[in-house]
């Protein structure tokens, strides 16, 4: 099997597709593309060449900006009279009555002033502390240097770092076309390589290189300053160290230090989920960096702001797996001997092509101006309009302007513009070859299947995403199913050969194989959730194969289905963003559906005699008839005698036997979540008239997950999630099931009222959740 390897891994690495480059090929700093001359030094050093040729930027240095701020200075004193408002709150409960004459109490006042003093001096080295640990030392000699030995060292252990020309295209008119406008990437985090790999492709594309935002965990020997020299700026993990008690200083410096930032001209990067994902699929928007950046236009600082959202994709992870940490076992930290390690790890490893795609900018401006526009409309959200920055004179900790990360006031639109990047990110993520063989093996191929009836759904597979994703691979599918599964490895895919000669391939079908694979996969579930969505929510509806007849087609009312499926979308709020804040939720649903039936899965009582209608068609004809039936009633007459006008609860839509295997590929995209909610819920049952950490309860349904897995009562070993597992108490606690309390830095778990009252209230919530596990017994599948 090692003799062939090397054949498809080259041809299918050179495919990357039509329109894109590889930017390990390509030097046009060099002198040979173009061809200038054979006297141009450049055409025999082409990475010294290109390293040194590429423009070159100013980036100022905005410490001394931030010291001398008047709001960092009101910070500084706010954070040092709450220490003394804290050390005698303390003295107050301690010490007795110091009122008893005057000496003692002018006595008092003197101490105070001077402790007062003290926390002042130490508020004020304490500032210039987090500056300096903060801020970045971007350079263009280190920028030189790194794109020099990255030439060398990624051809090393990747087969090619691809980008799309005509984006490039694109940020480059969009920097020169408005000079003065900062450019804000916010590229969906994968891997450690992110933070140099975006710089690395701007600086060699003469797009001038961001302020990258890190979490202070990279701070490590060596590494830290290269990656601060590359425009990293280190941000605390947990910027609050006491639970309920804001940082009012920290705060303040990570917010002025922004701001100047931008004033000065600076671009930014930042990945808008916080850390890397875990699962492979895009995790929730965290607003807070966000927020400084749409409140330094609201406020005049900057005149707009041009966000870039950016999608990173690997066919191999360069950082190895997140398995132990779905497992629930600690990650392990970075340290310096683990960054050596990986680095070794790597260079003498294949990881296959990189692709990084820019998502067509759009301006903050515009941004607030169409979120004002669909208020104005909708008449229940507010309207936000830009405001001049003001010095507040009250000194309440929750008003001082700058020391709050997160603008209460802007809060719904920063949420709204971060959940619309997460979309767009997730929408134009190109599906490597390594996805698309994950996402076979695990919705339709669980069991295996030989290497031609792979290939022959890999075909479908591209059909289906032809001209609604990026595909970042080209070829024939036989040849990019063994390439794919030579990349991905013996630990996860397993070939072998059948009676008649042909190769199975078949998952590893440990729980770390599932595990990894299911990251692998999740690129792509997100395209598909609301169309599994629907579907498990159709069969849920139908009637089981004995409650029909043989003359009669099984079937329900499509306005059944999409009542539930709203329902059941609200079980996934915490693990997919489904539409886009300017989008409605159950329109999005309706074109689902159609989708289903134009693909065969499920038939209209039209669909005998119109197999061939355009879906447009059919939509429009069902917006048209929603029209007719919302505005054309007499005046005169009550809305409510036309009853029979709405939608029928008749069934109108019907089961198609014939695509059974298909349907049940699609019900598989979101089954395994389904499994670990559902699982989730019955273990609440451990909180009746019991308090428990929310770590200890975590480690039960674990505990939970693997005994099914083991005994088989769970058939998906990906269930396996710590994600999922906290995402569903997520969902839990909104619907008011459970409450989460902090107690001495403790996370306490307990139910609410309703349901700590009687255990049978329980099994309502039991039930809602079971309507998202996919229902294979009902005589179909």
Known sequence: MRSIKPEPKRENALAHGIGTQNMLDMTPHAGRKPYNSIFDWGVYFPYIAQATRSKQFCYPQVSNLVQNDPLLQRAIKQAAEQ????????????????????????????????????????????????????????????????????YKL??????????????????????????????????????????????????NNDIKSPLVAAGNNLQIPVFGELLRGLGAFFIKRKIDPVVGKKDILYRAVLHLYLQHALKMGHNVEFFIE??????????????????????????????????????????????GNFVREQKGEKKVPESFGKAISGIWKALNSKYGLMRIDFNEPYSIKE??????????????????????????HNQSTSSLYGTDVVCEEHRNLIDSISR?????????????????LA????????????????????DELRTTLKGRKDIGFSGESSHIVNYAADLLGENLVVRSKDENGCTIIRPKGTVESWIELAYYSNTITP????????????????????????????????????????????????????????????????????????????????????????????????????????????????????????PTDEPDIFLVPETINQQKAVCEVLAPFAQTYYIVVN???????????????????????????????????????TDSVRNCLKVLEKWFVIEITNQSGLRLLALRTPYEASRDSLKSIVQRMSNVVPLYDNGYF
């Not at 996402?439 to 890999?458: C, H, M, S, V």
């Not at 505005?631 to 709405?646: G, T, V």
């Not at 049952?685 to 005994?711: A, G, P, Q, W």
């Open 83 to 150: 220490m003394l408002k804290e050390k005698q709150t303390n003295s107050a409960n301690s010490n007795e009555d110091l009122n008893r004459n005057s000496e003692s109490k002018d006595s008092y006042l003197e101490d105070s002033m001077a402790d007062y003093q003290q926390f002042l001096n130490k508020q004020e080295r304490r500032a210039i502390s987090i500056l300096k640990d903060m801020r970045s030392t971007l350079n263009n000699f280190l920028l030189a240097l790194t794109s020099w030995i990255l």
């Open 527 to 646: 395209h598909f959730a609301l169309q599994s969505i629907v579907l498990t929510t159709f069969h849920k509806l139908l009637p089981t194969s004995d409650e029909v007849n043989e003359k009669q087609e099984p079937g329900v009312s499509r306005k059944k289905v999409i009542e539930m499926a709203l329902e059941n979308c609200e079980v996934y709020r915490y693990e997919y963003i489904l539409n886009k804040p300017t989008q409605v939720l159950a329109n999005m649903l309706e074109l689902a559906l159609d989708e289903l039936i134009m693909q065969g899965f499920i038939k209209t009582v039209q669909s005998d005699n119109q197999t061939d209608a355009p879906m447009e068609t059919m939509r429009m004809a069902r917006a048209i008839a929603s029209y007719i039936e919302n505005n054309d009633l007499d005046q005169d007459e009550d809305p409510n005698d036309f009853d029979n006008l709405e």
């Open 420 to 436: 619309q990047v997460v979309f767009d990110c997730a929408v134009a993520t190109s599906v490597m070859s390594t996805n698309a």
């Open 274 to 319: 916080g850390g890397r994902t875990r699962t492979g699929k895009p995790c929730l928007p965290k607003g807070g960096i966000l927020s400084v950046i749409v409140n330094a236009f609201m406020d005049g600082t900057i005149p707009d702001a041009l966000i870039v959202p950016v999608s990173v994709n690997y066919e191999k992870l360069v950082d």
């Open 683 to 721: 273990s609440l049952f451990i909180l009746y008239k019991n308090s428990i950490l929310e770590s200890e309860f975590i480690k039960f349904v674990m505990k939970e997950l693997h005994e099914k897995v083991n005994k088989q009562l769970c058939p998906y070993a990906e269930s396996i999630s």
């Open 154 to 203: 990624l051809p090393c252990f990747l087969s090619g770092v691809v980008t799309h020309t005509q984006q490039i295209e694109m940020l480059k008119a969009a920097s020169e076309k408005a000079p003065g406008i900062p450019l804000i990437f916010l590229p969906l985090h994968r891997s450690h390589l992110d933070y140099i790999m975006v710089t690395f492709i701007l600086y």
């Open 439 to 458: 996402f076979l093996l695990l919705t339709r191929y669980r069991q295996g299947a030989t290497d031609i009836e792979i290939a022959k759904g890999l």
């Open 367 to 392: 941004l607030v101006q169409s979120y004002n526009k669909i208020a104005k409309e909708d008449g229940s959200m507010r309207i936000y309009k830009p405001s001049a920055r003001t010095l507040q």
